[in-house]
Every structure is written in C-alpha cells, then in structure tokens.
C-alpha cells in the first residue's frame, strides 16, 4: 500500500496555535484512502523536530513525505521549491535554543531541490480556487530545518519523494490585520499537494522563477 506522510507544527513565538497543525488533523479527519495517511505535529523545535521525523519515516516507510508549517506574512499558501543546509534562527525555538549561521546536516550538500512536482501542485491549488504560489525560500527557522532533513531522508531512499507547503494563518485564528485564509482551505491545499504528488510523476513545464 502507498503510504504517506504529512505533517505540520505546534504552536510557537507565544501563539495559540499553528495552522499547519491544525490543517494537518483535518486533512487526516476526512482522508478516504486507499492510501495509508499518516499524520504528526511536530514540535517547533531545532533538534526534537528532525528527530520525530527521522523516526516516523523509518517506522512507516511513506512513499511520499509532505510538511507544513506556518508562514505568517503570507496570503497564499506557498509550495516550496528549495531547502538550505543552513540554520540562522531569527527568534528562538520552543526550547528556547537560537542557533545562527549553522548547518542542518554536516556534510550534507548546500541546497537540496524538493521531489514533487511543486509548479503542477501549484496550478491544481489555484484551479481549486485557492490562492497558490511556488516559493523559493522556506526561510532558516525550523521549517526549512525540516525540510531539509525530509529531503536528505527521501535522497537516501529510492523512490520516495519530499516537499514543503508554507501555509498563512487560518482566518478562525489570525491576529488582527494578518492576511488568512479559511482553515478549511488550507486543508484542502494540503490534500490536494499530496494527491497532486501522488498522480504526477513528471512536473509541469511553465514559467516559476522570480524577479527578486
């Protein structure tokens, strides 16, 4: 059986809750299969979150690995394209801890590209009436941590493929004046990222790149 994993975050920087976390739980409430959906709110942590992610791809052996995690300056949800190896922590972790200028994995090379198919994700988020974008930086907090590690796990097991999705808050719980969207929505977007990766094995040809 396919299996996959998704995953979003806990709360963090004081807040009451993460939206990632939260989409991640209802995706799995109303997944209908047939593949095996498994779901994990990972800690806001530099080395508890890597850690759990390490331990659930061994215990599952998902085919395809999918995180989430909050970007709060965002109004659409953003599809991640590349992680750094490097950890530049802006504010601390949930353990207090605020490394700068370190790697993720020593060793490991500069940047991995994600495995799904990031612009074809794009477009079946936006035809679905949700507001989509591709992204080329997942930050130097926990989120590109994570990423990371996702992609250096799926590397070293053929066949398995890794992304990132960048979510703005959820409407029910944005601070005053955040651009959100419904939590509904972003649930949505994170389903339709794993069954876009699931259905497309070739990405889309189309223009994705940047001016800035």
């Given amino acids: 059986m396919t299996t996959v994993l998704l995953t979003g975050f806990e709360a963090f ?3 009451g809750s993460n939206p990632s976390g ?3 739980h209802l995706v799995a409430s109303r997944w209908s299969g047939p593949e095996l959906l498994v779901t994990a709110v990972l800690p806001v942590t530099f080395a508890g979150a890597p850690e ?4 659930l791809v061994d215990e599952h052996a998902p085919d395809v690995v999918i995180a ?10 953003g599809i991640e394209r590349v992680a750094v190896n490097l950890v530049d922590a802006r ?15 020593d060793g490991a090379p500069d940047a991995r590209f994600a495995s799904v198919p990031a612009k074809a994700i794009v477009k079946a988020v936006t035809d679905a009436g949700i507001p989509a974008e591709l992204s080329h930086s997942a930050g130097t907090f926990v989120c590109n941590h994570v990423f990371f590690h996702a992609l250096e796990l799926a590397a070293a097991r053929p ?7 960048h979510v703005p808050w959820d ?3 944005a601070p ?9 929505d972003i649930a949505t977007a994170l389903e339709i990222t794993v069954r876009t990766t699931l259905s497309t094995t070739v990405d889309l040809s189309a223009v994705g790149g940047s001016l800035s």
Avoid: C
């Fill in 171 to 173: 409407a029910e719980h």
């Fill in 52 to 55: 759990i992610l390490r331990d």
């Fill in 22 to 24: 939260e989409a991640v």
């Fill in 13 to 15: 920087a004081g807040d």
């Fill in 91 to 105: 504010i601390p972790d949930n353990d207090g801890a605020q490394p700068s200028d370190e790697r993720s994995i």
């Fill in 68 to 77: 989430a995690g909050l970007a709060g300056g965002r109004s659409a949800v």
């Fill in 176 to 184: 005053a004046g955040a651009a959100s969207l419904p939590l509904r």
């Fill in 159 to 165: 066949g398995v493929r890794a992304g990132f999705v």
